[in-house]
């Protein structure tokens, strides 16, 4: 088995169960004992992980080296490897028998479904190389003139609900977004090959593949770069994974799914500063809080509004590093930061009900789901990678801490609140600490290692080619500047 350059372990000493098929989950740490608790006690440590309302815009709370796009981004590249549609049971789970039904690959399936052959519906009749766009509803915008439609929604069917690769990249307005930027990002992509005189009958083949390793390096180094110690990433490309092991099939693993990744539901805020119509700032006609980015949606929404109406198309600006002009200048859009990765949740988030109209809010889902998948505790993780576990007392910092001690878990403490904790405490909530840092590197880098069309198996010395900021470089603020001006803010500025 070639690994490119890159020390893995021997493949002759990967037990037969590390192998597994495609389309399964498995885990990192399959000797570790699960942690077990009472359920009440994860029901009470749930509901200790919610931000006061009077904290929900303090400056004290947000991450600043972080935009608030890249959460969204990493909800969309979650809906790119994972899809687990299995019910949350009152037992315990074995991973190895849930089904994803995403490839465990950044290959964006999502987006492509299985080509044009395979789904036509996603592409375009006049042109069968480039994506569909949707275009949205004309509708006022802060003074009351009327915003025309533009190609800036989802496709959609008849009865409202999106035409793309993976249906939850419709649940809410600001992932769906980021679905709409890397279908224009196809399409600008195979301009860009087509202008430099490359064969019709490849283009589209080439697009993608020149898109898929783009994506695939913002992935790996503009996101997991800026969520981890870099020192990690660094050391999970230099010297190899030493926990994540598999295989000729990678996996997601449980430890990561249900725990780690789980970080982006710290990030997210209670209200954005969106566009120039919605934003706090700018009191033109309201805020956009967090609950109204499911009403203009044909999943989480009731389908009386989409196609998503003109006045909320996303201002790229106030979610990625895109240069905002001078301080002076009038009507400067404010750059959203992300919330810190720290034990809580915004509160709209926090007590979102899932599914709708059930009695668990999210945090408390997320415990039960990890408890009853057989997680081991955090403590039990660090020693199993050598590194320094937080101290009982650490961890029982906070009224939240002062929950999980009174439940046992200052000392032995549930993986995904762990990881959170461990962000908090040991980097003030900017990057995640030693533990949530090394499962994240190494599966990403795990997951572009096990599939042979990634950049980091094909080519692993490969620059990113695509214009950019930096020559060899690329960035989700490249991405957005390639599709051109018109797109970064397509509002356009006050008059």
Same mark, same amino acid.
């Given at each position: ?23 399964? !989950? ?15 006690? &994860? ?26 796009g890249f959460t969204?981004?990493?909800? !969309? ?9 299995? %019910? ?15 490839? %465990? ?34 509708? %006022? ?81 503009? &996101?997991?770069?800026? =969520? ?30 249900a725990a780690a ?32 980015? !499911? ?28 240069? =905002? ?13 992300t919330r810190k ?26 415990? =039960? ?74 599966? !990403?880098?795990?997951? =572009? ?5 990634? &950049? ?37 500025? %006050?008059?």
């Open positions: 088995m070639a690994h490119h350059g890159f020390k893995l372990r021997d493949e002759a000493d990967v037990p037969a169960w590390l192998t597994f098929a495609p389309g399964k !989950f498995g885990r990192m740490f399959p000797k570790l004992a699960p942690l077990e608790a009472p359920k009440e006690a &994860f029901e009470a440590l749930g509901a200790a992980m919610k931000e006061e309302a009077a904290d929900i815009n303090a400056p004290a709370g947000d991450n600043a080296a972080i935009p608030a969204y981004l990493g909800q !969309f590249v979650d809906h790119d490897i994972t899809f687990d549609t299995t %019910p949350l049971p009152e037992v315990m789970v074995d991973p190895l028998a849930i089904h994803n039904f995403r490839t %465990p690959s950044l290959d964006l399936d999502c987006v492509y479904g299985n080509g044009p052959a395979a789904h036509p519906f996603l592409y375009q009749r006049e042109d069968g190389a480039k994506l569909q766009l949707g275009a949205t509803d004309p509708s %006022p915008n802060e003074a009351n003139v009327q915003i025309e439609a533009k190609h800036n929604d989802l496709p959609r069917g008849a009865n409202g609900f999106a035409l793309i690769g993976d249906p939850r990249n419709d649940e809410n307005l600001l992932v769906a977004q980021t679905h709409v930027a890397f279908l224009k990002f196809h399409n600008a992509v195979v301009d860009h090959i087509r202008a430099g005189g490359a064969p019709k009958d490849s283009d589209f083949f080439e697009a993608r593949r020149r898109v898929t390793w783009h994506y695939q390096w913002i992935v790996l180094h503009d &996101f997991v770069g800026r =969520l981890i110690e870099p020192a990690v990433l660094g050391d999970v490309l230099q010297n190899g994974r030493r926990f994540f092991t598999f295989g000729h099939d990678a996996f997601i693993p449980v430890e990561f799914s990744y789980r970080l982006g539901h710290s990030m997210v805020r209670q209200e954005y500063n969106y566009n120039r119509v919605f934003n706090p700032s700018e009191a033109r006609l309201a805020p956009a809080t967090f609950n109204f980015f !499911f009403r203009f949606t044909g999943l989480s929404g009731d389908g009386s509004n989409v196609p998503v109406p003109s006045n909320w198309i996303i201002d790229w600006r106030r979610f990625f590093e895109l240069g =905002l002009g001078s301080s002076t200048a009038p009507n400067k859009p404010t750059l959203n930061p990765l720290d034990p809580f949740l915004a509160p709209e988030l926090h007590d979102l009900r899932v599914p709708p109209g059930k009695e668990k809010r999210l945090p408390v889902l997320n415990l =039960l789901r990890g408890a009853r998948a057989g997680l081991p505790s955090g403590q039990a993780v660090a020693a199993a990678m050598k590194v320094a576990a937080l101290a009982p007392e650490d961890v029982a910092t906070g009224p939240d801490g002062a929950v999980a001690k009174a439940h046992g878990f200052d000392a032995r403490t549930p993986l995904w609140y762990y990881i959170l904790k461990e962000a908090s405490v040991v980097h003030s909530g900017a990057r995640l600490g030693p533990v949530g840092s090394r499962i994240l590197a190494e599966v !990403f880098v795990g997951l =572009l290692e096990g599939d042979s069309r990634s &950049f980091l198996a094909q080519a692993p010395e490969w620059k990113p080619t695509l214009p950019s900021a930096t020559p060899g470089q690329f960035t989700m603020a490249d991405l957005i500047r390639f599709l051109g001006a018109g797109e970064i803010n397509p509002l356009g500025d %006050p008059a």
